[in-house]
C-alpha cells in the first residue's frame, strides 16, 4: 500500500501559518476518524502531535491543530517558531485491511 | 516515566533472521496495544506490525506479512517482532511504540523507544 501522498516540502517565515495536507480516499482518511501527525526531528524519534484528527495530547503547544474535510486532513502551524523545523507525518487507519498507512512525509522550513 | 527501549538490532544476512525486543515500563503494560514502526535510512516512516493488549490480535503490513512475528510477553513487559527472511530493505531504524489509548493501535502512538538499528547486508 503506498503512503498517504503529503508534499514533500512546505516553508513559511517565523510568525507566520502553514498547513500540511494529508489526502487519502474514502477507505482510509475519509472513514475513520482516526488520523495522527508526528513530528520528527533529525535523528530523533517521532512524536505524537495530533491524534483522532483534530485533539493534541497533553504538552503539545495548541499552535499544533488538525482538521479533517472529506478525505483530507490537514496539519496547521501558526506562530511558526524556529522549533518547529522538521519533518511530518500523518498517518490514517484503513479499516478494510486492519493495516494503519503513513504519509511520506513533509520537511518544514523555517525561514 | 513511561519508557520503551528497544534491542535486538544489528547485522543480518539476507535469508536470515534477528529479534527485536522492546521493554515497557512505567505503566500497565498488558491494556496498551503495541506497535513496530520502521524508518529505511533517510526514508519516511512505515507501519510494520501492531498487536492487542492480550497478544491474541496480531496485524501486519503487507510488506512484512509471513515473513515477521509480533509477540508479547505480558508477565516480562516486552514485545518482540520476529525478523525471518531477510531482505536487503528490511534496514532500517525499528521503533517500538505504545497505544495512546489502550487497546485501540489506530488512534495514535504516545510513547516512542529509541529504535534499533537492522541492517541487512551480505
Known amino acids: 500500500q503506498s503512503a498517504l501522498p503529503q508534499p514533500a516540502s512546505v516553508s513559511g517565515s517565523p510568525g507566520q501559518s502553514i498547513t500540511i495536507s494529508c489526502p487519502g480516499t474514502?477507505?482510509?482518511?475519509?472513514?475513520?476518524?482516526?488520523v495522527s501527525w508526528y513530528q520528527q526531528h533529525p535523528g530523533k524519534a517521532p512524536k505524537l502531535i495530533i491524534y483522532?484528527?483534530?485533539n493534541r495530547p497533553s504538552g503539545v503547544s495548541n499552535r499544533f491543530s488538525g482538521s479533517k474535510s472529506g478525505n483530507t486532513a490537514s496539519l496547521t502551524i501558526s506562530g511558526l517558531q524556529a522549533e518547529d523545523e522538521a519533518d511530518y507525518y500523518c498517518?490514517?487507519?484503513?479499516?478494510?485491511?486492519?493495516?494503519?498507512?503513513f504519509g511520506g512525509g513533509t520537511r518544514v522550513t523555517v525561514l | 516515566e513511561v519508557q520503551l527501549l528497544e534491542s535486538g538490532g544489528g547485522l543480518g544476512q539476507p535469508g536470515g533472521s534477528l529479534r527485536l525486543s522492546c521493554s515497557a515500563s512505567?505503566?500497565?503494560?498488558?491494556?496498551?496495544?503495541m506497535t513496530w514502526v520502521r524508518q529505511a535510512p533517510g526514508k519516511g516512516l512505515e507501519w510494520v506490525s501492531s498487536?492487542?493488549?492480550?497478544?491474541?490480535?496480531?496485524y501486519y503490513a503487507d510488506s512484512v506479512k509471513g515473513r515477521f512475528t509480533i509477540s508479547r510477553d505480558n508477565s516480562k513487559n516486552m514485545v518482540f517482532l520476529q525478523l525471518y527472511s531477510l531482505r536487503v530493505d528490511d534496514t532500517a531504524i525499528y521503533y517500538c511504540?505504545?497505544?495512546?489509548?489502550?487497546?485501540?493501535?489506530?488512534?495514535?502512538?504516545?510513547?516512542w523507544g529509541q529504535g534499533t538499528t537492522v541492517t541487512v547486508s551480505s
Open positions: 511504540a505504545k497505544a495512546a489509548f489502550s487497546h485501540y493501535y489506530y488512534y495514535g502512538m504516545d510513547v
Open positions: 512505567g505503566f500497565t503494560f498488558n491494556n496498551y496495544a
Open positions: 498487536v492487542s493488549g492480550n497478544g491474541g490480535s496480531p
Open positions: 474514502s477507505s482510509d482518511v475519509g472513514d475513520y476518524n482516526s
Open positions: 483522532e484528527v483534530n
Open positions: 498517518t490514517s487507519y484503513t479499516s478494510s485491511t486492519t493495516t494503519l498507512i
